[in-house]
């Protein structure tokens, strides 16, 4: 059975070695030098991982099986009055005039095999807690289409960017990215988002 939790610091850091392991190892995939985020590799005693600016910030979430980190993600907040994916595109004006309290979700990983399992609802019901919690207004978040948009879609998220126009965070990346937006400022809806994905781990 899966099980779900805010990561403890010690917990995050693995958290931050299964990212590497899976986007590097896997994917292929590394960070541009000298990018906007500070994306950098850093080593300890338990190899390889990726950290950044914004890890001050963040809110690690993760998924277990049987006491192994199957699946991650954090949720972060704004540092000197921007958002991470504000470093690459910019969010619409009307998101910065009224006070809102904002939050990003960013750094998903998920072990392979776990894909169609239920570890990507664990995680959003992770995200509701997190959101309700911290009286957030409005959640952000940056990923590919057709999936997962479509997930994302179904949660709620609105697509702030045409179908036809994304944005690269690098270069190289071979595909672009989309991004979306919650509205989280009915509580009540926020809370039976929450309530379906309890009720779906069950």
Not at 46 to 62: I, K, L, N, P, V
Not at 85 to 100: A, C, D, M, Q, S
Not at 165 to 192: A, I
Request: contains cysteine; proline residues 7%; glycine residues 4%.
């Amino acid at each position: 059975m899966l099980t779900t939790r805010k990561l403890s610091p010690a917990e995050a850091q693995k958290a931050r070695h299964f990212l590497y392991d899976v986007y590097v190892n896997q994917l292929c995939w590394q960070p541009q030098p000298n990018n906007p985020s500070g994306w950098v590799t850093r080593c300890d005693a338990d190899g390889s991982y990726f950290t950044d600016m914004y890890e001050r910030c963040a809110c690690w979430f993760g998924v277990f099986d049987v006491g192994e980190l199957v699946a991650a993600m954090r949720v972060i907040t704004p540092l000197e009055n921007k958002l991470e994916v504000e470093h690459y595109r910019p969010i619409p004006v009307k998101f910065r005039r009224g006070g809102f309290k904002l939050s990003e979700i960013n750094r998903l990983v998920i072990k392979r095999e776990y894909l169609a399992s239920k570890a990507l609802v664990a995680l959003v019901q992770n995200m509701t807690d997190h959101v309700v919690e911290q009286r957030i207004d409005y959640l952000f978040l940056a990923t590919t289409r057709p999936a997962p948009a479509n997930f994302c879609e179904s949660l709620g998220f609105v697509a702030i960017d045409p179908p036809d126009q994304g944005f690269k965070y690098s270069p190289s990346d071979p595909y672009p990215v989309h991004l979306f937006c919650l509205d989280c400022q009915d509580r009540v809806r926020m809370e039976g988002l929450n309530a379906q994905c309890r009720a779906l781990l069950k």
